[in-house]
Nanobody
């Protein structure tokens, strides 16, 4: 079983920055993909960014150039550096770990971008 614990959400003004962290624990296979998804009120959950254990990344077009995903394999932790935040980035951000066809989710952390 895998546990994911997110941190780093909060309230920030437009143009500001936040850094999300997600620490994974439990039975983790070394080959995996970790990432971030988000769900805004009344909308479906969508991919934000993912990164493989080998360092390959993929971003949603809406965040390219503003968000950076990274990971520390030794700590089983994934990060999301979010810069130039916009009101439309407001959502609950969920951490995900995909390994051996099993998808695990964190509890989510709220990010609110508002003046």
């Amino acid at each position: 079983q895998v546990q994911l614990v997110e941190s780093g959400g909060g309230l920030v003004q437009p143009g500001g920055s936040l850094r999300l962290s997600c620490a994974a624990s439990g039975s983790i296979f070394s080959i995996n993909v970790m990432g971030w998804y988000r769900q805004a009120l009344g909308k479906q959950r969508e991919l934000v960014a993912v990164i493989s254990s080998g360092g390959i990344t993929n971003y949603a077009d809406s965040v390219k150039g503003r968000f950076t995903i990274s990971r520390d394999n030794a700590k089983n932790t994934v990060y999301l550096q979010m810069n130039s935040l916009k009101p439309e980035d407001t959502a609950i951000y969920y951490c995900n770990l995909l390994s051996r066809a099993a998808s695990n989710w964190g509890q989510g952390t709220q990010v609110t971008v508002s003046s």
